[in-house]
Structure formats: structure tokens, C-alpha cells
């Protein structure tokens, strides 16, 4: 079974609003989260480091008002993809690394589209 | 900035062949590599990882080997199979930090 949660799986929105996507580790404390983003046929781009309990780090380019991230527990990340356009429209993807065992995993993915 | 990627965008064989993809990169301080399957609509799927002290990663049907001199990564995959066709990610990461994925190669397996 899924050992990293994300949803939603899907999600449509119009331009303007405000989506939530959240990423969750469903046995295992996760204090940092990744949130990746990827267009059609290219490869997955890391958006942001989430830390729990303090601020995301995010990456260059990525604007960090436009990409809200909240890890507020152990367990869970939020992304907030703010007054989105159809330009935000993608396939996010989260990951965590289970420290214990070593390996990351990945979240099943949210596609979006912004109409 | 430093990146990952790969020499080829696609590789067709047929089934039974053997498939070589490989990787280039460029961060020699990176210490973990993974090769990601990924099917259309999915996400990442782990295929076979290799640490920086290894050099050789045997799984089933696949083999991974680094070579660290020349910093590159190379996926094997025996006997290649029409579920096999899928884009092919190489990614590296360094001491625990993100995964940095690399551009992707499309293997297309004909029967």
C-alpha cells in the first residue's frame, strides 16, 4: 500500500483561485517533505524543501508567495497554489525519505488544470 | 548550476534485446542515485538505487552501474519486455538533500 499519501489526485480549477494539495507519510514521521512539479514530457523540477515546523526553502524561480507550503506535523505538507492560471496547470508530486530505512518515497501526484 | 541529464532522449529495441539508458552528472559530491520508471498519468516508479561506496547494483532484470571517475550512471535492463516501455529517469541527491531528476529517456520496446 501507499506509504506517502498526496491528494487530490486530480483537481480542476479556475483561474483565480486557490487549490491545496496535501502530501501526507502515512507510517512514518516525515520533518522534511519535497515538492516536485513536472510539465508534459519533461522531468520532475524540485519546487521546495518542506521542513516541519519552520519555513520551506524553496528553489530558484519558484515564488514562494505564489507556492504556499505548510508542514505543520510530522505527517503532513500542504502545497497552496495561490490565485492559479492556467500556466500553473502540471502534475505535482511529493516525496519524503523514511530516514529509518533510508528511502524516499513518492507521493501518487495531483494533476491540475487551471481553466 | 549543477545538473543531472542523459545523452539520449529515446531508445527503441525490440523485445528480448537487451537495454542500455544511461546518465550523466555533474555534482561529485552526490552520493545516492535511484533510477525512476515512469509510466503516463503516474508517478516515479523506483526501479533499482546504488550508493557512491557501490559500482555495481544487480536487481531483477536490471543492473546498475556507476562509474564515478567519469561521473556517469547506466541502466540495464535484461531480456527488455513491452511493459518495460516507460520514460526513464536517473536521480541523484547529496547526503540526504532533494532528489535532483535528470531530463528523462523514453524506452519504446516493439514485439
Known amino acids: 500500500g501507499a506509504v506517502v499519501s498526496q491528494h487530490p489526485s486530480w483537481v480542476i480549477c479556475k483561474s483565480g483561485t486557490s487549490v491545496k494539495i496535501e502530501c501526507r507519510s502515512l507510517d512514518f514521521q516525515a520533518t522534511t517533505m519535497f515538492w516536485y512539479r513536472q510539465f508534459p514530457k519533461q522531468s520532475l523540477m524540485l519546487m521546495a524543501t518542506?521542513?516541519?515546523?519552520?519555513?520551506?526553502?524553496?528553489e530558484q524561480g519558484v515564488e514562494k508567495d505564489k507556492f504556499l507550503i505548510n508542514h505543520a506535523s510530522l505527517t503532513l505538507s500542504t502545497l497552496t497554489v495561490t490565485s492559479a492560471h492556467p500556466e500553473d496547470s502540471s502534475f505535482y508530486i511529493c516525496s519524503a525519505p523514511r530516514h529509518s530505512g533510508n528511502t524516499i518515497y513518492f507521493g501518487e501526484g495531483s494533476w491540475l488544470t487551471v481553466v | 548550476g549543477e545538473s543531472v541529464g542523459l545523452h539520449l532522449p529515446t531508445l527503441s529495441v525490440q523485445e528480448g534485446d537487451n537495454s542500455i539508458i544511461n546518465c550523466a552528472y555533474s555534482?561529485?559530491?552526490?552520493?545516492?542515485f535511484i533510477w525512476y520508471k515512469q509510466e503516463s498519468g503516474k508517478g516515479p516508479q523506483f526501479i533499482i538505487d546504488?550508493?557512491?561506496?557501490?559500482d555495481k547494483r544487480q536487481g531483477q532484470r536490471v543492473t546498475v552501474l556507476l562509474n564515478k571517475t567519469v561521473k556517469h550512471l547506466s541502466l540495464q535492463i535484461a531480456a527488455t519486455q513491452p511493459g518495460d516501455s516507460a520514460v526513464y529517469f536517473c536521480a541523484e541527491s547529496q547526503a540526504g538533500t532533494a532528489l535532483i531528476f535528470g531530463k528523462g529517456t523514453t524506452l519504446s520496446v516493439s514485439s
Open positions: 546504488i550508493r557512491s561506496n557501490m
Open positions: 518542506s521542513n516541519e515546523g519552520s519555513k520551506a526553502t524553496y
Open positions: 555534482n561529485s559530491a552526490s552520493d545516492y
